[in-house]
T-cell receptor, first 114, second 109 residues
Framework: DTEVTQTPKHLVMGMTNKKSLKCEQHMGHRAMYWYKQKAKKPPELMFVYSYEKLSINESVPSRFSPECPNSSLLNLHLHALQPEDSALYLC?????????????FGQGTRLTVV | KQEVTQIPAALSVPEGENLVLNCSFTDSAIYNLQWFRQDPGKGLTSLLLIQSSQREQTSGRLNASLDKSSGRSTLYIAASQPGDSATYLCAEGAQKLVFGQGTRLTINP
């Protein structure tokens, strides 16, 4: 099973709303990631969690708040977003501290901020 | 700082042709080079991973090669099919993946 599951698939939210994106994997991976992808652009890294601890924050605005409740789950809490935050948000996971560090991505959440 | 480039941005070929997609990177001290496929509006599907100590990897009709000295990786697709139409992305790194801009491939029946 190489599946990373993201919910919801689509989300429309107002600028004053609070919502959360969820990501789950059962591959035993200990590294999990959030990427943001704008239309016709490659994914850009937002956050990395390693062994449930935040290890990389790519200077992401505080209106995005990641959380890793356990080794299988990763959340991204959203608050007071701007229309320019509309994008495809991708979750990924990989095994750590092994030579073969293949990353597996979910299908993404299409976020629209109105 | 690693930079990854993919040329061309778009490619259109007739069905059945063999084709090569290119990926260049600036820092030869790479960790892994991974190729992905992305269908419109969807997530990324991992195709092949080449570790820095390897020269190539094969999966079905796909073959990826890595030449660190020249800073290049290629993805070879044999006997292309309309279902291969997608955007192909290469990425370098371990924890932090640096992506190329992608090549949008169209296979015409």
């Amino acid at each position: 099973d190489t599946e990373v599951t993201q919910t919801p698939k689509h989300l429309v939210m107002g600028m004053t709303n609070k919502k959360s994106l969820k990501c789950e994997q059962h591959m035993g991976h200990r590294a999990m990631y959030w990427y943001k992808q704008k239309a016709k652009k490659p994914p850009e890294l937002m956050f990395v969690y390693s062994y449930e601890k935040l290890s990389i924050n790519e200077s992401v605005p505080s209106r995005f708040s990641p959380e890793c409740p356990n080794s299988s789950l990763l959340n991204l809490h959203l608050h007071a977003l701007q229309p320019e935050d509309s994008a495809l948000y991708l979750c990924a996971s990989s095994q750590e501290r092994t030579v073969k560090t293949e990353a597996f991505f979910g299908q993404g959440t299409r976020l629209t901020v109105v | 700082k690693q930079e990854v480039t993919q040329i061309p941005a778009a490619l259109s070929v007739p069905e059945g042709e063999n084709l090569v997609l290119n990926c260049s990177f600036t820092d030869s001290a790479i960790y892994n080079l991974q190729w992905f496929r992305q269908d419109p509006g969807k997530g990324l599907t991992s195709l092949l991973l080449i570790q820095s100590s390897q020269r190539e990897q094969t999966s079905g009709r796909l073959n990826a090669s890595l030449d660190k000295s020249s800073g290049r990786s290629t993805l070879y697709i044999a006997a292309s099919q309309p279902g291969d139409s997608a955007t192909y992305l290469c990425a370098e790194g371990a924890q932090k993946l640096v992506f190329g801009q992608g090549t949008r491939l169209t296979i015409n029946p």
